[in-house]
């Protein structure tokens, strides 16, 4: 064989061999995605009851501990999804259905994740390296207070609305799982209108029971220091103590419920009464004089008459005349 020969040949094998490195790198990749993406899915939606408190002996922050599995058996069974306990309760394959409380399979997209995931060998990203649950809300139970002192002192409302107050909470916070859009509800309940906020739920509870927020499941779900029933679920944002407190009293004060402020006749309102009324001329004074008495603030003294040209002048045409410019100066 000649040197030609065999310096092609050489060069034939150290490509040959190049490639496949490449190509094993690709893989190992793609498995690693995988795996974090598979992972990611555990820790928001699983952990909630399968970490630290281990729900039905199922520990599923490690590897080992979800193959050895729980009371029910090995949690996952690497390349064999169809019997792996994970993906058959988490796509609703069994009489088994989790998340605890959905009434719908995880979306296909997740499936298919956790799939190739158990597929490939349901490996850790990092072996031996437990999973955190991601994004707990808050415990609320010492907060409540400090919320409503709050609304004494003036920061929240002593009366909330249900249009100003109420409605952009539970557009934020519940709509998700309880809106206007029927494909995506969890259940009977939805509260985009007052019939769908008032329905009786499965269990024969009511989620708002008006004047009584104990009373009222809406309320006890918000506030409860169980996570796995507290709502909004772990894995979307929690209230905040402030929202909490403006349930609570809007509950309390009787849940008033009001149609969208567009559908509501306009009515002229009643100034409000003020300690000092020095310096009103009319009820908008009033109005603001209420605002700045309840924060605590002073009033401005009365502009001079030059201070007022000059405002009226720069809101109405946006510049200085030359000859406002050298009388005002």
């Keep these: 064989m000649s040197k030609t020969h065999v310096l092609r040949w050489v060069v034939s094998t150290l490509l040959i061999g190049f490639q496949c490195f490449a190509h094993s790198q690709d893989r190992q990749s793609d498995s690693g995605k995988t795996a974090l993406a598979a992972v990611d899915l555990l820790s928001r939606n699983c952990l909630v009851c399968h970490g630290a408190t281990q729900t039905s002996g199922l520990d599923l922050r490690q590897r080992l501990a979800a193959l050895k599995g729980g009371k029910r058996g090995p949690a996952i069974l690497p390349g064999r999804p169809e019997e792996s306990l994970v993906y058959v309760t988490a796509a609703h394959l069994g009489e088994l259905k989790m998340p605890p409380g959905s009434d ?9 994740i956790l799939k190739k995931w158990i597929l490939e060998g349901a490996e850790w990203p990092e072996s031996g390296v437990p999973l955190e649950r991601s994004s707990a809300p808050p415990a609320l139970a010492d907060t409540i207070g400090q919320a409503s002192d709050e609304a004494k002192q003036g920061s929240l409302p002593l009366n909330p609305e249900f249009n100003r107050d109420i409605r952009s909470i539970l557009s934020d916070r519940c709509f998700t799982c309880h809106g206007p859009d029927k494909a995506n ?33 809406m309320y006890r779900r918000i506030t409860s ?16 103590v402030r929202e909490v407190e403006l349930i609570r009293r809007w509950i309390e004060q009787g849940a008033k419920w009001q149609p969208h402020w567009s559908f509501i006749p306009v009515k002229r309102p009643q100034p409000p009464e003020v300690k000092d009324g020095k310096g009103i001329r009319n009820p908008v004074d009033s109005f603001v004089r209420a605002v700045l008495e309840r924060e605590g603030l002073p009033h401005s003294l009365e502009a001079d008459r030059s201070t007022l040209i000059r405002r009226v002048t720069l809101d109405l045409t946006g510049y200085l005349q030359p000859y406002l410019r050298s009388t005002l100066s």
């Design 104 to 112: 719908s399979p995880l979306p296909p997209e997740q499936l298919a």
């Design 185 to 217: 509800r969890k259940t009977a309940l939805h509260f985009d209108t007052e019939e769908g906020a008032f329905t009786p739920l499965s269990n024969g509870k009511v989620a708002i029971v008006r004047k009584d927020p104990e009373s009222s499941e």
């Design 225 to 240: 220091q169980d996570i796995a029933t507290r709502m909004p679920p772990v894995t979307h944002k929690a209230l905040s």
